[in-house]
């Protein structure tokens, strides 16, 4: 169990490697909006602003982290379904085998698939609720801890000098980058009507479901 928490704790974590460069901030930074947004947010909730929530670097870089584990568990979905790793995919479940659960609404239960993806990514929201409360060994806590102060805001642009590699700098890039990507693809399927791993799969070039377009 306590290798298990180590080993969640070091995957959700951006290790600084020895002699990796520090990011230089400026001595004065100018104010933005998103400074503007965490100063309102500390003003006029301080319990929670203590603690890391609303608008802070803190949440930035975790919702990164997991807008990046979103794109790899995308990928690996539209893989696994591409290659037929879905026992019976289209079969929905039924109620007397599997309760409650199976039922969609409107005469509807969810299907073997659905059933196998929505079970996958609860096993890795408890990996990340181990990375995150667990041993604060090899990683970081989702919160603020008591007297432990909130990183400098990286402005619109963190500084891209000299932080190739495993930096926080790197990661806060990659994190926004991911973000982006996921509102960029959630809104080509509400447009166009196709569901995430098609549209992803378009993009590919049919890499992952075997499409041809």
């Known amino acids: 169990m306590a290798l298990s928490l180590a080993v969640s704790a070091l995957s959700f974590q951006a290790p600084v490697l020895p002699g990796s460069p520090v990011v230089a901030r400026s001595a004065t930074p100018v104010a933005t909006v998103f400074d503007d947004g965490m100063s309102s947010f500390k003003a006029d909730y301080p319990w929670l602003a203590k603690y ?18 979103g794109w790899l568990a995308i990928i690996a979905t539209g893989y696994a379904k591409g290659h037929g790793w879905f026992p019976d995919p289209s079969v929905a479940l039924k ?5 409650a659960l199976t039922q969609l609404g409107f005469g509807q239960s969810i299907s073997n698939e659905r059933a196998i993806i929505m079970i996958a990514h609860i096993h890795a929201l408890g990996v990340s609720m181990a990375a995150a409360f667990g041993p604060q060994v090899l990683g970081d806590s989702l919160t ?3 007297g432990e102060a909130d990183e400098e805001p990286y402005g619109l642009f963190p500084p891209l000098k000299g932080q190739t590699g495993l930096t926080p700098a790197a990661e806060m890039y ?35 479901l075997g499409h041809t377009f």
């Open 95 to 99: 109620y007397d085998q599997w309760g």
């Open 174 to 208: 990659n994190g926004r980058m991911a973000m982006m990507g996921l509102i960029m693809v959630i809104t080509a399927s509400m447009a166009s009507g196709k569901d995430i791993l098609e549209v992803v799969d378009i993009g590919l070039g049919g890499l992952l």
């Open 52 to 69: 890391g929530f609303g608008p802070s670097v803190k949440a930035e870089r975790w919702n990164g982290r997991h807008a990046m584990f």
């Open 144 to 146: 603020l801890l008591d």
